[in-house]
């Protein structure tokens, strides 16, 4: 599996991105969780420049092996032919994590990456799973959903676990840099919380989050700001809660 991985950081390193993550919270207290990441436009501008460019790079050679369904990655290791534990627990979390391409007009358009279904034990699970694979997750799956109540730390409004993919095995001084160019890396970051009941309250506010109807709330990220220690928000609350009906 490290080598999807992996293919997933050099794009991050490649080009800017557009990343829009949805989280879909189950009254079970499950949380099923989508991840988009849209590269046409960096492909358009490639062909454009260099024609050649696309059949040039190894990383696009890989999307194309990957499958234009979701497949979890316990399959698209067993398909590779490596299965690469045997770990049960492990093995039941890679289960439920699924990945695919995505292709416009047969040309590829970007990847996507889900987990399905994940109870508060998995999520737990994956963060000491995550910390050897370094997966690019959106922070805000860690955020505690009880099937009624959300509660909401905004310290996860960072790019932690996208900053520690990108800097994988780099060395210290080009580790220190990929904060710094973070904003190049990205157009722009933003994540959708849907609830299957209604909203009934919110305490807390935030810039950042704007409630969109009575099951939406929308996350969207100041890249610039974030990176800047001066920065001034109107409204920063540290925990925001949302009850549910």
């Not at 093995?91 to 292709?103: G, L, P, V």
């Not at 860690?142 to 310290?155: A, R």
């Not at 009575?214 to 540290?238: G, P, Q, R, S, V």
């Amino acid at each position: 599996m490290k080598k999807f991985f992996l293919f997933i950081v050099s794009l991050f390193v490649l080009q800017s991105c557009i990343i829009n993550s949805e989280i879909v919270y189950h009254t079970d207290a499950a949380s099923t969780s989508v991840t988009d990441i849209d590269m046409k436009q960096f492909i358009s501008e490639m062909k454009a420049m260099t024609p050649d460019s696309l059949n040039q790079q190894k990383e696009f050679g890989e999307m194309d092996k990957l499958p234009t369904v979701w497949t979890s990655f316990l399959d698209i290791q067993k398909q590779a032919g490596k299965q690469e534990t045997n770990d049960l627990d492990s093995i039941r979390i890679m289960k439920k994590i699924f990945m695919k391409s995505n292709k416009e007009n047969n040309e590829p358009a970007g990847i996507s990456l889900k987990l399905e279904h994940f109870t508060q034990a998995d999520y737990q699970m994956l963060r000491n799973y995550n910390k050897k694979e370094k997966l690019p997750l959106d922070q805000n799956i860690f955020n505690n959903w009880d099937g009624k109540t959300l509660t909401i730390n905004t310290e996860n409004f960072n790019l932690k676990n996208i900053e520690e993919s990108l800097k994988g095995k780099a060395s210290k001084d080009e580790a220190e840099k990929v904060e710094g160019m973070i904003t190049m890396f990205f157009k722009s970051i933003g994540t959708t919380l849907k609830f299957e009941n209604k909203i009934k309250s919110i305490t807390g506010k935030h810039d950042w989050v704007k409630q969109v109807d009575h099951h939406t709330i929308k996350i969207d990220y100041d890249l610039k700001t974030m990176y800047d220690k001066e920065a001034k928000f109107k409204n920063a609350d540290k925990k925001i809660v949302i009850v549910t009906e």
